[in-house]
Nanobody
C-alpha cells in the first residue's frame, strides 16, 4: 500500500515562506514522478508543481512560478514544496501526489495515482 504523508502546513503571514514535506512509503519512491496540488474553499483543485523521478525536470503552475520550488530527496523518500512570498491566494489545502511514471509532469490530476491526506496552509495579513 502506497502512503503519502504531508507535513509542514500552518498559519503564516503574507510574504513569509513555508516548506511542505511529503514522505512516501510502500513503493520505490525514487523511480516515480511526484506532484503537489492545492484546493481552496469553493474552488477547484489546482495543480501547483511536479517533479520527475530524479529531480532534474520540474513543472510549475504559472501562479507559483518563481515563488515556489519543488524538489526531492530520494534518499529520504521525500518530496518538498518550498513556498516563498506567500500571499492570500496561496491559502489552500495542499496535497502531495504520486505518479506511476518516471517523467509524468502533467497538471492533470486524474493522471496521478496516489494522494496524501493533505496539509492546510493559511495566510494571514
Amino acid at each position: 500500500q502506497v502512503l503519502l504523508v504531508e507535513s509542514g502546513g500552518g498559519l503564516v503571514q503574507a510574504g513569509a515562506s513555508l516548506r511542505l514535506s511529503c514522505i512516501s512509503s510502500g513503493r520505490t519512491f525514487s523511480i516515480y514522478a511526484m506532484g503537489w496540488f492545492r484546493q481552496a474553499p469553493g474552488k477547484e483543485r489546482e495543480f501547483v508543481a511536479a517533479i520527475n523521478w530524479n529531480g532534474e525536470i520540474t513543472n510549475y503552475a504559472d501562479s507559483v512560478k518563481g515563488r515556489f520550488t519543488i524538489f526531492r530527496d530520494n534518499t529520504k523518500d521525500t518530496v518538498y514544496l518550498e513556498m516563498n512570498s506567500l500571499d492570500f491566494e496561496d491559502a489552500a489545502f495542499y496535497s502531495c501526489t504520486g505518479a506511476t511514471e518516471m517523467n509524468f509532469l502533467s497538471s492533470w490530476a486524474e493522471g496521478y495515482s496516489y494522494w496524501g491526506q493533505g496539509t492546510q496552509v493559511t495566510v494571514s495579513s
